[in-house]
């Protein structure tokens, strides 16, 4: 099993950054790939990134191209999400997710592990 917490989410101004981690514990990270998800309310959850389970690939939705960034530090057992220039659409709950063997995934199906999730609100 493995259990996925995630933090760093909060408040921001359109245009700021925030910096969301995804720490993993029960199993090591460094063998599943991993992703970003969000949802708002009323919506389904969507494809926000992935990330492979080495770093060499990284997949984003194009509405965050160029913005976001999606990273991992397996000696710390983190994947992280840096979101830069913020906009109010951005404003949703995200989730991180694991999996093995899914690179790059787009469908929330693919993946077995979930975390809580952490609010992120863009004011205009």
């Known amino acids: 099993q493995v259990q996925l917490v995630e933090s760093g989410g909060g408040l921001v101004q359109a245009g700021g950054s925030l910096r969301l981690s995804c720490a993993a514990t029960g199993r090591t990270l460094s063998s599943y790939d991993a992703g970003w998800f969000r949802r708002t309310p009323g919506k389904e959850r969507e494809f926000v990134a992935a990330?492979?389970?080495?770093?060499?690939?990284?997949y984003y939705a194009d509405s965050v191209k160029g913005r976001f960034t999606i990273s991992r530090d397996n000696v710390k057992n983190t994947v992280y999400l840096q979101m830069n220039s913020l906009k109010p659409d951005d404003t949703a709950v995200y989730y991180c997710?694991?999996?093995?063997?899914?690179?790059?995934?787009?469908?929330?199906?693919?993946?077995?592990?979930w975390g809580q999730g952490t609010q992120v609100t863009v004011s205009s």
């Open positions: 997710a694991a999996s093995r063997s899914i690179s790059g995934s787009y469908y929330s199906d693919d993946y077995r592990y």
């Open positions: 990330i492979s389970w080495r770093g060499a690939g990284t």
